[in-house]
């Protein structure tokens, strides 16, 4: 499976307003998620444990999610543990 379809899994969980990025489309280590106003941590953290049982050898090398949204100040962003 492709990161685009990883992606598309993601965006279902989270909600079509997020963008979902990786550090590298061919070996993904990191998931980012950014959308204009705070996601929940709960739900962000549910949603790459959910896609790891759909895609379980694509994103077992995933480490590290971040959360970005749009804050008063600019862009906020925060590492969330899963």
């Known amino acids: 499976m492709s990161c685009?379809?990883?992606?598309?899994?993601?965006k279902d969980l989270v909600g079509?307003?997020?963008?979902?990025?990786f550090d590298d489309d061919s070996a993904p280590r990191e998931i980012r998620f950014h959308r204009g106003d705070p996601l929940s941590i709960e739900l962000v953290r549910e949603a790459p444990a959910e896609t790891a049982g759909?895609?379980?050898n694509e994103t077992m090398a995933i480490s590290t999610v971040f959360v970005a949204f749009d804050d008063?100040?600019?862009i906020t962003r925060r590492r969330v543990v899963v």
């Open 16 to 21: 079509s307003d997020t963008r979902v990025t």
């Open 54 to 56: 759909c895609f379980p």
């Open 4 to 10: 685009a379809e990883i992606a598309r899994k993601l």
């Open 72 to 74: 008063s100040l600019g």
